[in-house]
């Protein structure tokens, strides 16, 4: 079973769980392919005991600037025991996009998990949102960036 499939069937499954707001013991993330374990489900507050830095920038979807808090993918991928050089990552409405792991380590892209201090409800892009420092890198300032900015997210799969 290739990731991406089973990406899918996991989306399928976990659907329901995220239909309300997470507890900070439900699973909100399945990490799968190359890393420690076939499978890592982490929870919220698995997430954020990795540790957190913020992010203020300003994005096409919201107004002015935010400050997004998550944890920094470098840490994150490292705390996965992720082995590969591309995330494939899904979200809720089955948007995917293949981002190489290099881009989310050396550009400094945070798992966020707070907007603005508050945690993001689905509603509001949430549980997980792939976010790049946008302001302080004009590399990052393009399409090409803003396509790997995925939120809503529910599955990383690392090939």
Same mark, same amino acid.
């Given at each position: ?61 919201? @107004?002015?600037?935010?400050? !997004?808090?998550?944890? #920094?993918?470098?840490?994150?991928? +490292? $705390?996965?025991? =992720? ?40 509603? @509001?892009?949430?549980?997980? !949102?792939?976010?790049? #420092?946008?302001?302080?890198?004009? +590399? $990052?300032?393009? =399409? ?16």
């Amino acid at each position: 079973m290739t990731i991406r499939r089973l990406a899918a069937s996991v989306a399928a499954s976990l659907f329901l769980g995220f239909a309300s707001p997470a507890s900070a013991s439900d699973t909100i993330l399945a990490v799968t392919g190359n890393v420690t374990g076939a499978e890592i489900n982490l929870s919220l507050a698995q997430i954020e005991a990795m540790g957190s830095a913020s992010i203020v920038t300003t994005t096409p979807w919201h @107004d002015g600037q935010t400050t !997004f808090e998550g944890v #920094p993918m470098a840490r994150f991928l +490292e $705390a996965v025991g =992720a082995q590969g050089t591309t995330a494939y990552v899904q979200a809720l409405n089955n948007y995917n996009m293949d981002i190489p792991l290099s881009d989310l380590i050396d550009f400094d892209a945070i798992l966020a998990f707070k907007t603005n201090g508050d945690y993001m409800s689905i509603a @509001d892009k949430g549980p997980l !949102f792939i976010v790049f #420092p946008y302001d302080d890198m004009e +590399e $990052a300032r393009n =399409a090409l960036f803003y396509s790997r900015s995925v939120w809503q997210i529910h599955t990383i799969g690392i090939e």
